[in-house]
Each structure stands twice: as C-alpha cells, then as structure tokens.
C-alpha cells in the first residue's frame, strides 16, 4: 500500500501549533456538579444529603446521599424510602451553567482560552500549558488549586484526546503520551456517555451502546479494533464520531484552520441590555442568523465563541459544541448555549469587570454589543439544507415573520403550542412565547391513567359550545350509575354560541343537529377525587357524525358540551 503524500500544513487557530497526532488535552471535572450547583443556589448545608430531581427521577446526587443508599434512576418515592431526610432539588440548565461561571473564570487565570463542554467538565489543550508549567502534573495541580481557591473541589485529567482526558479525569490521574488506546481499551463503550457535550444527544449515543451490546462489541477496545469503513457505513457520523474517540483520537480533524470571517455575526444593543430576557432577544436572532451562514454553506462548527461587550470591560466564553454526535448545531441549540452564558455573566459579578474597585460585587454593567462566532468549522456531512422542504427557506422567512412581530409587541405576543401531560385535549395544551425552549409543566412521557385515546383532535374550542345528545326516541342521553350512557347517542344538536357566527368560526361546529353515525366511549375522568369536594367528575364521548366531522363531547351530569373538532 502506497501511502498518500500529506497536506500542506494549516495554520494553527489562536496561536496553537498544529498536531501530527492525537492531541493531547485536559479535562477539569467537577464531580455532581448538577447537585454541588443546586445546593450552592439553594443554601443547602454540605453536609445534608441532597439530589436533583427531574421528570425521568434522579439525576444527580451528593456523596452524602449515596452514602444513604440513593442513586441516579431513583424515582422520587424510592429515594425518599433510602433516605427520608434528603433534600430534593429541581433540574436547572441554566442555573448550572450560571453557577459554573466562577470555576470557568478561575480556570482562566491558569490557562487561556478554555472550552466548557457542559456544566461541571472544562477542556483545554495541555501542550503549551504543561510546558509553561514544567509537566502535565504540574498543571493540574495548578487548576484544582485555583478552582479550590475558587471555593469548589475538582478533579484534572489528561490524555490523548477527549475521551482519554475527561475519563482521566474522572480518575485523577495522568495518562502519558501514546497510552490513551490502552487505557481506554478495557472500559465499557458506555463510558462514551461521558464525552456527550449535548444533553439532546445522550439518547442516541445510549442506544448505539445498546445494540453494540447485543452485538458483542462491549469495550472501547472492540469498538477501536472494527474497520473504520464498516463502522463509518453501518452507524454513519455517530459510529465514526465513537470509533474515534475510543482510538484515544481528537474530535476534530487535525488540519484547523480559522473561521471565514462571514461565519461571525453580532449587534449592538441600544439601549443596554441589563436583564437576560433582553439580551437574550437580541441573541436569538444573532443564533438563527449563525445558524443560517452555516447551513447555506454547508458547514458544522467545533467551537461557538459567545462575545459580550459592556461600557467597562469584554467579556467572552468559548463553547464545545459537536454537533458530529448529536447531528447538527440547530439555531435553539445556538440560543440555549447563549441564553446560559448570559445568565452567567449577568446574574454573578465576573472576575473580568464585574468586580468593584473597592474588591466587593458590583452589579453588572449593561452589556451595549453581542456577538457569536463559529470557529474550526468542516464539513458538515448529513447535516445539509434540503431543495425543498421545512428548510427550504419557507420555514427561515416565517420565524423572521414572526421575530418581527414579537420586536414590535413584545416576546410574549406570539405564542406557540407544546404539547404537555394531561388527560384531556385542553389540559394538554401548553402556551409559550415563540422562539421560548421552555420544558412544559407537566411531562408528556409520563403515564396519565384516564387519558383520553389517540386520535388527538385537530382543534380545541376556546370556549365550549352547549349541545345536546339524543337517543334514537329523541330522549336525551344522560350519564347512568356508574358513569355509563343511558341509551346510545343517534343525533347531536349544538347551541350556536353567543357573538360566534358561523362566518367567523367555519369549523367550529354548526348549530343545526346533526346524525350520528359512530361513537366511542365513554371515558370517565375522576381528579382530585380526595378532596371534601369530591373533585372533578367529567365524562368524554368521541362521536362522528353523518357530515364527517368529528366531536369530543364532555359532560359532568348536567348537560353536554362541545370541546373539541376533529378533522
């Protein structure tokens, strides 16, 4: 085999030379980070058990609550049986990232120009650094002082690439240079988790193991063994994305070169922004404009560098991104990451012009420009704008549509629907304003005993309209013992409602009575049955009639009313 002549070298981005190898990298962990975040906002005392609570149950948990018997996967009422005095917290994405400021910014003092994978875990490259320092245990030592320093503890690991690095890290320990293959090669391919910089992309990454599993490939050292082209062909940019990392190899390819100077977008903001919601307005649009240099050019970013400037100092903070894993750096994905950053830098006096003179926190200027920057971009692969379609450009001039609407009459002017846990179409109803990656109130995955059956319909009323259901003797069907129909519904007759002409509202229903023709139900709703009350006791009825439309009928024992259409 003739080996290819290889290319001109690239301009190393920032000062950084470029790497003939794997790249050899630190990892600063800070361990429960999610759980050290919430306790640190909450007040909660150190040493009291505590854990972060999401839908899916525990997430997180403090070595004191371990020690108690808890684990992550825990639901919340077997947690509470392990350890009746533990503290429970809510997961908060922007609260970890606004808390994990400070680490950063202590971490700055040591080495220039850090990347935050995620809340709790830093990178950075070590080459330079562990020369200034004299060794790679020198530097780490050097960041765990001053993120102690800092008031937080915090592990350093480092090793040829990023899966070495944050697993070394994860141990404490120093992997030496061209031994980050053998140390990997005995662990789990679920260790890949831990590289996962994005939370959307921990779902695909987790069943990728699972089939692996199945497939007997079960080690870092299985994975790295396969044919890169087999692997690449049968699990795409993912399989590559794995088979790289577990080979001890940098995520990104080793020819870097600096971002084009389109790929950088930014605004003034007049007046100062001084509250998120504000700026984070303004840094939507910067993140859909981004978002859109890059797709028109068919480009992925490794690195997205958020830049805020205020009258009295810049302030500026570089994010991992690899998109490779998770399939692309969506424009919400791009808002997220800034609206987090921004949390951070406006809610806590930075060490970089947050400070006053006399040493003490000092509110935080308003910040008067912003401006994001895609860095180390290639190819983006998969990840290509379609001829037509959602993102065609129909899709991009409807948000812009839309953006416009809500700079003229507020963020809370234009609404969108989500879909949120309940038993009837009303209650699963979530508004939130455009543009708002909000997480619904209630969660839809859950089980909802009593929920009505899909088909969901197309159109829920916003004001019932009165009907009434007969039998095929003209009787009217009421509800028997039992929550059972007292004869079978033959015919509907809606009530037009008061001030809604059928000219205004063509597919509400109409007000002449119409044939049944299939029904389906009951189904009984029973909530808050414990209260002295009784609660709620309603009853659905799914009826479709001679025209072809479809009703959702409901009734709570005194007459029956319209809620919902179906097409």
């Known amino acids: 085999m003739t080996a290819e002549p290889p290319p001109a070298p690239a301009p190393a981005p920032r000062g950084r030379r470029p790497a003939a190898g794997p790249v050899r990298t630190a990892a600063l962990w800070v361990p429960d980070w999610p759980v050290v975040a919430a306790m640190g906002a909450a007040g909660v005392d150190a040493h009291l058990p505590a854990a972060v609570l999401a839908h899916q149950g525990v997430v997180a948990t403090s070595a004191v609550a371990r020690s108690a018997g808890v684990r992550r996967g825990m639901r919340r009422r ?24 400070p680490v950063a910014v202590a971490a700055e003092t040591v080495v220039a120009g850090v990347e935050v994978a995620r809340p709790g875990l830093l990178l950075l490259p070590s080459d330079g650094p562990a020369r200034y320092h004299g060794t790679e245990g020198e530097l780490a030592r050097a960041l765990v002082e001053a993120v102690g320093a800092a008031g937080f503890e915090a592990q350093v690991g480092v090793g040829d690439g990023v899966l070495a690095a944050v697993l070394a890290a ?33 779902t695909a990454v987790r069943d990728a193991v699972d089939l692996w599993w199945r497939l007997g490939v079960r080690t ?10 087999s692997v690449s062909g049968r699990f795409g940019a993912l399989g590559a994305w794995a088979q790289r990392l577990a080979r001890g190899e940098d995520l990104r390819p080793p020819a870097r070169r600096r971002p084009e100077e389109d790929l950088a977008v930014g605004a003034d903001l007049d007046p100062p922004a001084l509250r998120v919601d504000v700026a984070a307005f303004a840094a939507r649009r910067l993140a859909e404009e981004l978002y859109e240099l890059l797709s028109r050019r068919g480009l992925a970013c490794g690195r997205l560098r958020i830049t805020a400037r205020t009258e009295e100092a810049e302030l500026e903070r570089v994010w991992r991104t690899d998109d490779t894993a998770t399939g692309g750096l969506s424009a919400a994905r791009i808002t997220d990451r800034v609206r987090w950053q921004l949390e951070g830098w406006l809610t806590r006096a930075s060490a970089r012009g947050g400070r006053s003179r ?3 926190d000092a509110p935080p200027a308003p910040i008067v420009r912003l401006a994001l920057a895609a860095e180390e971009v290639v190819p983006a692969g998969t990840h290509q704008p379609g001829l037509w379609g959602a993102d065609a450009g129909g899709d991009v001039r409807a948000r812009r549509a839309l953006g416009r609407v809500q700079g003229l009459l507020g963020g809370d002017a234009v609404l969108t629907v989500a879909v949120q846990g309940g038993r009837d179409p009303r209650d699963r109803v979530h508004l939130t304003p455009f543009g708002e990656q909000a997480v619904p109130p209630r969660d839809a995955a859950l089980p909802w005993p009593g929920a009505l059956p899909p088909p969901a319909p197309a159109t829920v009323l916003e004001r019932p309209a009165r009907a009434r259901v007969l039998d095929a003797e003209g009787h009217e069907v ?38 049944v023709v ?19 006791r ?7 009639l001679g025209d072809g439309r479809g009703l959702l009928l409901a009734t709570g024992g005194e007459g029956w009313a319209v809620e919902a259409v179906y097409d």
């Open 538 to 544: 309603r009853v659905l009825l799914q009826v479709a």
């Open 170 to 202: 994860r141990g404490d320990v120093v992997v030496p240079p061209g031994q980050s293959r053998a140390f990997l090669a005995p662990r789990p391919t679920a260790d890949l988790l831990h590289a996962v910089t994005d939370p959307g992309g921990i």
């Open 358 to 360: 006399g040493g003490g």
């Open 478 to 515: 009421r509800l028997a013992p039992r929550l059972r129909l007292s004869a079978p519904p033959a015919e509907v007759e809606i009530s037009p409602r008061e001030g809604d002409g059928s000219a205004r509202a063509p597919q509400s229903p109409s007000a002449r009575g119409e044939r």
């Open 518 to 536: 299939g029904w389906a139900g009951p189904w009984p709703l029973m909530e808050r049955w414990w209260e002295p009350d009784g609660g709620t």
């Open 220 to 229: 870092l050292g299985d994975l790295a063994a396969l044919a890169p082209a």
């Open 78 to 101: 077997v947690a509470r049986e392990r350890c009746p005095e533990l503290v429970l917290l809510d997961a908060d994405d922007a609260r970890d990232v606004r808390e994990f400021e």
